[in-house]
Structure formats: C-alpha cells, structure tokens
C-alpha cells in the first residue's frame, strides 16, 4: 500500500507551479480556484472567487471512498 508520502510525492510530478509574477494571469485565467485551507483559515481572507474544501475533508472523501472521483468542467 502506498503511503502519504508516496501520494504526496506522486501528486508533486503532476502540478505545474506558477511563478510569483504570472500568478495573477494564472489566477484570472483559471478554471476552478480551490482552497484547501480550513474554513477558518479560508473566512480570514481568501482569493475571490475561490472554492473552499479543506484538504482534510478531500483526504477524508477520496480515502474512504475510493470509487468517487471529480470531474470539473469549465
């Protein structure tokens, strides 16, 4: 079984980081913004416009469930 670290370090290989001075384009420019922050963290100041699920719940939901899946569309 893999551990959070091999998930972590699997995940690393898939994101594409954004230098600080493209990050506003990025961010004009996005599909989805979503923020993984705990909600408390996300009412204390957010990106308008962003989507708040915390990592938590989503480590939560994709570990005891691993059928589900999310498909996101613009």
Do not use: W
């Not at 690393?12 to 004009?28: C, G, H, S, T, Y």
């Not at 420019?29 to 909600?39: E, F, H, I, P, T």
């Amino acid at each position: 079984m893999k551990t959070a670290h091999d998930l972590v370090e699997a995940a690393r290989k898939e994101i594409q980081e954004v230098p600080l001075d493209q990050a506003e384009d990025a961010i004009k420019n996005a599909d989805l913004l979503l923020d993984v922050r705990d909600a408390d963290e996300y009412r204390a100041g957010h990106i308008p416009g962003a989507v708040n699920i915390s990592r938590g719940l989503l480590e939560f939901k994709f570990t005891n469930d691993p059928v589900s899946y999310t498909h996101l569309r613009a």
